[in-house]
């Protein structure tokens, strides 16, 4: 069995959100990158159960510059064997997305990971577009992912609740909390990573759909009214009258 | 070139979602001159779909095949793909909720349709066709231009109020090709939680920390959640710990809820945790630390024990309903 699973650099959750060049670019200044969290402890580790469990060779890719290398070898330590990364540096979705599938196409997986969606651009949308492009079924926003033989039982948020539903593999996997435990990698792992293949592959030609013109920082809060602990009957008044929430 | 939008139902009604994402639909159909279709796939009763009407929809291709009334996403692809080309649409709305954000990537890579997902304004049309999204886990907005010919907008649920009008569309039946072989992904079943409010859909949230000392506790919470009409959630560690089910931790990791009005309950603030919950219109925070840092993104605050307030909140919540 042959499991893809693609991983994506974003700043650490806790990061100062700044742009510069005129609010057209994040700023990297004193900001420490990760592995998307969802790619991380959802995707890859399940990845690296089901090897365990029932053997597998797991795959990463990237797309990304050079600078995404710390990212990729980090997830190598926790137990990928075989990293990609293309060398390319996009935000459009479809643009990556058309990467991966290349990739996938070429190398025919059983399993494509993908996390739920990137903490920085939030498109949720690049296991979609790699399903439809490579051709195969596409499960989302999965939070259990059981395999017996070629078939797959998952189980995904839907409103209001969750579905159960089975795939036979090939198939594309969007990842979600519950689908394994976050695991932190070992000095061992970490060693092995150094001598892991780590192969950097040329972009396909493929269009971009989107493009970000400029960001924007929320506007400041207003600041909090503190109501006296004695008094909560002022609070209900407060949302009745003043925020008209309730 | 008319605007499409997928108006998905579940269990023969609606989603409050996918009327959101009618009333943007039609709202950018005027502004582009065109009229908006809405397409809704599975049995759903005429007065469902007189719904569609009232919030700007002209036209509805309702496919009354029962083998879609829970269909998965790609054979939805599929057929949204077909009534794209029927009707020569230029734009597909969707919301982006869960079926959303299962389909709208598809349908984008299908129709080479660029996609901006959980949109929280109109199209900007002045130079190019802009439209703003949260990033950064709505600590910041882009602003993303969709280059391509055709194009697709999730819309975030909750961040446009419903305003019903008094219009009618006009009910087409619609055919759509689907063999049986679409059908990949099999639904063997689905559970929804009955009798409470579905926490990304809910317009009041009543949330608890670690500050609520242990699930024992919880009726408390429960209680100012069923006096508000709210949705219950909790912070990342209550649900790692067992207090709570998973389906309720709000934050980076967990759900993103966006309701009129948020009230948390022993919880510090963390910014992971902020980052689920800071597209609420109101915050509340009762934590008993006047240093907690989400008194700083809060709207009001109290300072105190929850143990004490909570209850009495309730309280003064139901004496102010009784009236
Ligand atoms: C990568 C990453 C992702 C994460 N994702 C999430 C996420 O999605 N969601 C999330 O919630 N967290 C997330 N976290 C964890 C986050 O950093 C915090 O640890 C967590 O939110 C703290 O939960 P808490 O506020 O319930 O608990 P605590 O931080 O322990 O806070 C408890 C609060 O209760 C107050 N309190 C105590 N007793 C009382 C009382 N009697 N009355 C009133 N107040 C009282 C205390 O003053 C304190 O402020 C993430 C962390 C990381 C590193
Ligand atoms: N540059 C990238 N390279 C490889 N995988 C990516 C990249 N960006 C996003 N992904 C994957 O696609 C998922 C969804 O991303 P997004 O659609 O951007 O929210 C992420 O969780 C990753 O698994």
Redesign the interface.
């Known amino acids: 069995m042959k499991i893809l699973v693609c991983i994506s650099k974003t ?1 650490d ?2 990061a100062k ?1 700044a ?1 510069t060049d005129n609010n057209t670019k994040f700023s990297e200044a004193g900001v420490q990158f990760i592995i998307n ?2 790619d991380e ?1 959802y995707a890859l580790v399940r990845a690296l159960e089901l090897k365990e469990t029932q053997g597998a060779t797991v795959h990463l890719i990237t797309v990304g510059g050079a600078d995404t290398e710390p990212v990729i070898r980090k997830a190598l330590a926790l137990g990928g064997d075989e990293a990609f990364r293309v060398n390319a540096d996009s935000a ?3 643009y990556i ?1 058309s990467q991966i599938a290349a990739h996938a196409k070429q190398e025919g997986y059983d399993i494509i990971f993908t996390g739920k969606e990137t ?11 790699v ?3 490579t051709g195969l ?5 999965a ?1 259990k992912f059981d395999l017996s033989g070629q078939t797959a ?1 998952l189980r ?13 593999l090939p198939v594309v996997v969007s990842c979600q ?2 689908m394994a435990e976050a695991r932190i990698p070992n000095m061992r792992g970490i060693m092995a990573a150094r001598t892991k293949p780590l192969k950097v592959i040329e972009p396909v030609a493929a ?12 506007p400041a ?2 600041g ?6 004695d008094n ?2 002022e ?6 009258e003043e ?1 008209k ?2 | 070139m008319s605007v499409i939008i997928f108006a998905d139902q579940f269990e023969g009604k609606i989603k409050k979602s996918a009327l959101e994402a009618v009333q943007y639909g039609a709202k950018v159909a005027q502004q582009t001159g065109t009229a908006a279709t809405a397409v809704v796939l599975g049995e759903v009763a005429a007065e469902e779909l007189a719904l569609l009407g009232q919030y700007g929809a002209a036209k509805v291709l309702h496919a009354a095949d029962a083998r879609l009334n829970e269909p998965e996403a790609g054979v939805v692809t599929k057929v949204l793909a077909e009534a794209v080309a029927k009707e020569n649409a230029g734009i597909v709305v969707f919301s982006h909720n869960f079926s959303g954000r299962a389909i709208a990537p598809q349908l984008s890579a299908r129709l080479k349709a660029g996609l901006v997902a959980g949109a929280i304004s109109l199209p900007d049309t002045a130079s190019g066709f802009v439209v703003k999204k949260n990033v950064f886990s709505g600590k910041a907005f882009a602003n993303v231009n969709i280059t391509s010919e055709k194009k697709i907008i999730s819309v975030l649920p909750n961040t446009f109020s419903l305003e019903a009008g008094s219009g009618t569309a006009a009910v087409e039946a619609f055919s759509p090709a689907v063999n049986d072989a679409d059908f990949r992904v099999k639904v063997v079943k689905s559970e929804t939680v009955s009798g409470e409010v579905p926490l990304t859909e809910a317009e009041i949230v009543v949330s608890g920390g670690r500050g609520l000392k242990g699930p024992e506790n919880w009726g408390m919470v429960e209680d100012l959640a069923h006096a508000l009409g709210a949705a219950t959630a909790c912070s990342r560690p209550v649900a790692d710990s067992g207090w709570r089910p998973h389906h309720e931790h709000v934050g980076q990791t967990g759900f993103t809820v966006r309701p009129n009005l948020y009230v948390a309950i022993g919880i510090s603030g963390a910014i992971q945790h902020l980052a689920g919950v800071n597209g609420s219109k109101v915050i509340v925070v009762i934590n008993k630390d006047p240093e907690a840092p989400f008194f700083k993104a809060a709207d009001y605050g109290i300072v105190g024990d929850a143990f004490e307030i909570v209850p009495k909140l309730t309280e003064a919540v139901k004496k102010y309903k009784g009236n």
């Open positions: 700043p959750t806790t959100i742009f969290p969802y402890w459009d979705s479809f997305a903490i920085d651009y939030n498109g949720s949308g690049i296991g979609g577009m399903a439809e492009l079924p596409y499960v989302s926003i939070s039982t995904r948020e839907i409103e209001g609740g969750e579905e159960v539903c089975e795939v036979s909390k519950g269009e971009s759909l989107t493009a970000i013109v400029s960001f924007e920082l929320p809060k207003a909090v009214k503190m109501i006296p602990a909560v009957e609070l209900v008044k407060l949302l009745h925020a929430v309730i």
